[in-house]
């Protein structure tokens, strides 16, 4: 029912747009390119089909449509945010296979303690390592998963109580939060990255990133684990069972083997130079991909193609391709200018500051996560809206894109449904669905005033864009 009045909904706003009279201030192309903005919209909430089928689909309608020539229509699949993604995909590969992740995280486990918040906190820790090695929020809850569920297994039993409940919410809201501070933990971050290049020629970073994004999302995760404690405090168990299980895992995998510490040495070097390849003129997707390649070299690496054929998901490539190229002709054609324009009219918004306006637009990104499935989805939606806001505005586009990017990677835990690393741990029946606003609306309200004082104060301090802060609040 939902997806058949979505679909109904899409369509007819689509047609609705394009058979109106001219717009004005929009050229024909820019209407045409709002009735599919517009269409795919509504496609992407009401999940009426698969995201990445929607995605791809964006390129033979802009086409169709006379939006843009093929070239242009396939751009987003020859962005550097594309391969950035599937060199991720090869990285997590090699950390799965070869069970250095594994080794990483019991080792963790059994250095912190066996008590619930040792392990919980044992597991935020892991989070915050795995997001530097392994690219992908959904890699890294599939791969410990399993290893949470056989805790938990050990701790309290086949019958659930807030233990199962304390640990995977850890597991799937830490996961995301830390993501928003490092550029290669989540498909967003790139995407952000690519639309800011695109209207700015500005490459961001990776240490840039680092040192933008990183400090509020430790904030922020350290207080999501601490809020999870206080809120599904869970009753005694037998902490024995657990410690016994994580001694027996360690001594399973044994001394480490060849190939770990050959991934182990990759992954450190390719992680190094993402943190130096500024200074070098190396950019993050070029050291992604020399990353993935030497580890699928012979005798060098460790995995085979096959590997890499088995764990690249084009559900994600699709998806965040399609948004750049829809993106690419909603900016070519002037259609999110004209969306941008419309807004500050409505609103008014031209009558606050640049940070009054940043801030603004993080509260209202953040709580629009209740109605989106999936942060590529919600970004596809958001970037192109928020660089016409810019152009209208008058400010460079990283004050708009960059504190979106951090709301849409790093939060989405309002609501179960949200992402997938989400949906995989409410999926192992310890979670209710009305667990995830309990916690998610605390972390959100918390997330926007930390944000809102990294406008004030932090991003002004490490010049994210000007050093003085007094241009954000008098502009």
């Not at 961001?204 to 922020?220: K, N």
């Not at 168990?237 to 990759?266: C, F, H, S, T, W």
């Not at 200018?337 to 606050?352: G, R």
């Not at 690393?421 to 669905?433: F, K, R, S, V």
């Amino acid at each position: 029912m939902k997806k058949r009045m979505g679909l109904l909904i899409a369509i007819a706003s689509f047609l609705f747009l394009l058979l109106l009279p001219p717009i004005n201030g929009l050229s024909a192309e820019g209407q045409r390119c709002l009735a599919l903005f517009m269409g795919i919209f509504f496609l992407y909430l009401f999940e009426v089909f698969n995201a990445a089928v929607i995605s791809l689909a964006i390129v033979p309608l802009l086409v169709l449509l006379n939006v843009s020539n093929i070239k242009d229509a396939l751009s987003g699949f020859s962005s550097t945010s594309t391969y950035l993604i599937v060199g991720s995909f090869i990285l997590a590969t090699a950390m799965t296979k070869s069970e250095l992740g594994d080794r990483i995280t019991y080792f963790i486990l059994m250095y912190v303690g066996t008590s619930i918040k040792k392990i919980t906190f044992g597991i935020m820790c892991v989070n915050i390592l795995m997001a530097f090695a392994i690219p992908s929020s959904t890699a890294r809850t599939a791969m410990l998963l399993p290893i949470c569920m056989k805790i938990i297994t050990q701790f309290q039993g086949e019958k659930k109580t807030k233990y199962g409940t304390n640990i995977m919410l850890t597991l799937c809201c830490t996961n995301s939060t830390i993501s928003a501070g490092i550029l290669t933990s989540t498909i967003t971050n790139p995407m952000a990255v690519e639309y800011i290049f695109n209207a700015t020629g500005k490459m961001v970073t990776f240490l840039e990133w680092f040192i933008w994004g990183f400090p509020p999302a430790l904030i922020i995760t350290v207080f999501v684990w601490g809020a999870i404690q206080i809120i599904f405090k869970p009753d005694k168990v037998n902490e024995d069972n657990g410690k016994a299980y994580i001694l027996e895992q360690l001594k399973g995998l044994g001394a480490m083997k060849p190939e770990e510490k050959r991934v182990l040495a990759i992954i450190c070097g390719t992680i190094l130079l993402w943190m130096v390849g500024d200074k070098l003129g190396i950019d993050s997707t070029t050291t992604c991909i020399l990353g993935a390649t030497i580890l699928c070299l012979p005798k060098i690496g460790y995995l085979d193609w096959k590997d890499c054929q088995e764990n690249i998901s084009l559900n994600v490539v699709f998806i965040c391709s399609g948004g750049i190229s829809l993106g690419a002709a909603m900016s070519s054609t002037g259609t999110a200018t004209w969306m941008a324009d419309s807004i500050f009219n409505i609103f008014n918004l031209k009558q606050y500051s640049v940070a009054a306006l940043v801030i603004l637009l993080i509260i209202i990104v953040q709580f629009m996560h209740v109605f989106f499935v999936g942060t590529a989805t919600m970004a596809n939606v958001f970037f192109p809206i928020l660089l016409g806001i810019a152009a209208v505005s008058g400010i460079n586009p990283l004050l708009t894109i960059l504190p979106a990017a951090f709301m849409i990677g790093g939060y989405p835990i309002l609501m179960f449904f949200n992402t997938t690393p989400n949906i995989l741990c409410y999926d192992t029946g310890e979670i209710q669905a009305n667990d995830f606003p309990k916690i998610g609306f605390v972390v959100s309200v918390f997330a926007c005033i930390i944000y809102s004082l990294c406008v004030k104060w932090y991003w002004p301090l490490v010049n994210m864009i000007l050093s003085n802060p007094l241009y954000y609040w008098f502009r």
